[in-house]
């Protein structure tokens, strides 16, 4: 299942009575704010570029603002899966969360490739924000995790 992000677009004022969809968005999220809702999760499917050369698959995937150490690469035969998470920071001691817009944002995303990828020959690297996947073309059995470099 691919999970697409949505937009938000601008409907007439005279649909609401005077006020756009994203005015009426800005309310109801303020509203959440005065009430101290915790920051939402939000679930998105990365953008990928995916390459082919003979002998492999080079995948690249926008993960911005996630550490190398909260990725999992999965492998199991031809079926490469990403998922990633950034969480929100905390208020430090002695300070105080004036504004707060940045939600939790887990990132999920699967490919199903034609040939299946040998996972001990493939190798991850995530740098400036870019998850790069080098998957090496070839059948092995079962379900490999692959450590980010």
Do not use: C, W
């Not at 004022?13 to 509203?31: E, I, Q, T, W």
């Not at 199991?76 to 899966?81: A, I, P």
């Not at 208020?91 to 199903?112: I, M, N």
């Amino acid at each position: 299942m691919f999970v697409m992000p949505v937009t938000r677009r601008s409907v007439p004022a005279s649909a609401f009575n005077g006020a756009a969809l994203h005015d009426l968005g800005r309310v109801v999220d303020r509203l959440f704010d005065d009430l101290g809702v915790a920051p939402r999760t939000t679930l998105r499917a990365p953008a990928v570029d995916v390459r082919e050369t003979d002998t492999s698959y080079l995948l690249a995937a926008d993960l911005p603002g996630v550490a190398k150490e909260d990725v999992k690469v999965s492998i199991d035969g031809h079926k490469v899966s990403i998922a990633a998470a950034v969480k929100a920071a905390d208020a430090k001691e002695g300070e105080r969360v004036l504004l707060g817009e940045r939600s939790v944002t887990q990132f999920e995303r699967s490919l199903k490739l034609p040939v299946e990828i040998d996972d001990q020959a493939s190798s991850a690297r995530l740098e400036n924000g870019v998850l790069t996947l080098t998957l090496v073309k070839k059948g092995r059995p079962g379900a490999t995790q692959l450590a980010i470099n």
